[in-house]
């Protein structure tokens, strides 16, 4: 039922997992149900050990994010952390994998994505590389007909940066799979908040804002 593999990775090993029978919730996402199987088959794995990752991102984007007390995914991290306790070491596993077995939106977890240095305009001064921008999306969900990239963030009312790294991740997805970053949703939560954006709105607007639910 759930598809496993543990990818070498910048210096580390990402458990890499997909819930197949979910994969049915995936008509119309064509791009993304073929990056899922071939991740397990053909990962560029050299990308991955030099170059930009996203999670070390440290710059702003002014994206108008929503702050929200009581999401459903915040209810799904509290279960999964208290659950998955003797299961786990990493409270990232604890939550993905609950989310992965118990949550019928969750399709995938540690979703390896990179971009190349000609899919963005001023690539090379953004990040200062030529390498391949890489990262892992924690979690990938279905959620009322949108494809939401989602991060874990214990503590993620502190977070400054994660805004700039999920939406990353949502371009380095829309770039392998074709979908277009209007169909798309982002955010990032702990097991108390939920931060969510729209990654098509806001890019280029000269300040951020907060918003709370």
């Not at 799904?76 to 299961?87: F, K, T, V, W, Y």
């Amino acid at each position: 039922m759930i598809k496993a593999v543990s990818l070498a990775h910048e210096g580390g090993f990402y458990h890499y997992r997909v819930h197949f029978p979910k994969l049915r919730m995936l008509s119309g996402y064509d791009g993304l149900k073929k990056h899922l199987e071939m991740m397990f088959v053909n990962c560029p794995n050299d990308y991955f050990n030099s170059g930009p990752r996203s999670s070390k991102l440290k710059f702003s984007l002014p994206f108008e994010v929503k702050r929200i007390s009581g999401h459903e995914v915040c209810g799904l991290a509290c279960e999964g952390l208290r659950l998955n306790n003797d299961r786990f070491k990493s409270a990232h596993s604890r939550v993905q994998v609950f989310m992965l077995e118990r949550d019928n939106k969750t399709v995938a977890v540690e979703v390896p994505l990179w971009m190349e240095k000609n899919e963005l305009d001023g690539y090379k001064k953004m990040f200062e590389s030529e390498y391949p921008l890489t990262g892992h999306v924690d979690i990938i969900r279905i959620e009322d007909g949108k494809l939401w990239v989602w991060d874990y963030k214990p503590g993620a009312f502190n977070e400054r940066f994660a805004s700039t790294q999920v939406y990353f991740y949502a371009l380095m997805l829309s770039r392998r799979t074709g979908i277009p970053l209007n169909e798309i949703k982002c955010g990032y939560f702990d097991d108390e908040y939920a931060f969510v954006f729209n990654p098509e709105k806001g890019f280029g607007r000269k300040e951020a804002k907060l918003v709370e639910y």
